[in-house]
């Protein structure tokens, strides 16, 4: 699969733009990312293993704890620049 359909297939997903939100505003654990969320920290652990490989979060361990970032608007350019469509003039009927 090449890095575009792994980012729109990571990104298909609500409950894991809704986690790509949180992690906007700050880094945060497994445990806090699902606080706000109905679903477990085991669901929580499985969306972040596909929002990693698409380079969408970085992640970094300590010990016990496990925590995700926003990787950064880099990470998008590629799905950006494929989905622009360039403006193009609108035809108007003058008549």
Do not use: Y
């Amino acid at each position: 699969m090449d890095g575009l359909s792994t980012i729109f297939l990571a990104l298909a997903d609500p409950s894991r733009r809704a986690l790509m939100e949180q992690l906007q505003k700050r880094e945060a654990t497994v445990t806090e990312l699902a606080a706000p969320h109905t679903i477990s920290v085991l669901f929580i652990s499985r969306h972040l293993n596909v929002l990693e490989p698409a380079g969408l979060i970085t992640e970094t361990s300590s010990a016990r704890w496990r925590r995700a970032g926003h990787s950064g608007e880099k990470s998008l350019l590629p799905m950006q620049k494929k989905i622009q469509v360039p403006a193009r003039p609108v035809p108007v009927d003058v008549t």
